[in-house]
């Protein structure tokens, strides 16, 4: 299925290692660690700029 890395990211933000693992073991490698990258910087980050940078991710989707 094709989910938004940063939605992942978001929902899998602060969730128990049982689901964070049953997603990762899903992944590809690469897709890991964005998915890594990605909520190291939402745990270091305020709400804002996450919403800011998943709307940016919509837009360049609909524009490319």
């Known amino acids: 299925?094709?989910?938004?890395?940063?939605?992942?990211?978001?929902?899998?933000?602060?969730?128990?290692?049982?689901?964070?693992?049953?997603?990762?073991?899903?992944?590809?490698?690469?897709?890991?660690?964005?998915i890594i990258q990605k909520i190291k910087n939402i745990e270091e980050n305020d709400v804002k700029n996450i919403l800011i940078e998943m709307n940016r991710e919509k837009l360049l989707r609909a524009v490319n």
């Open 1 to 34: 299925r094709n989910i938004d890395a940063t939605t992942l990211a978001i929902s899998l933000a602060g969730a128990n290692d049982d689901i964070k693992n049953k997603i990762f073991n899903n992944l590809s490698k690469n897709a890991y660690e964005v």
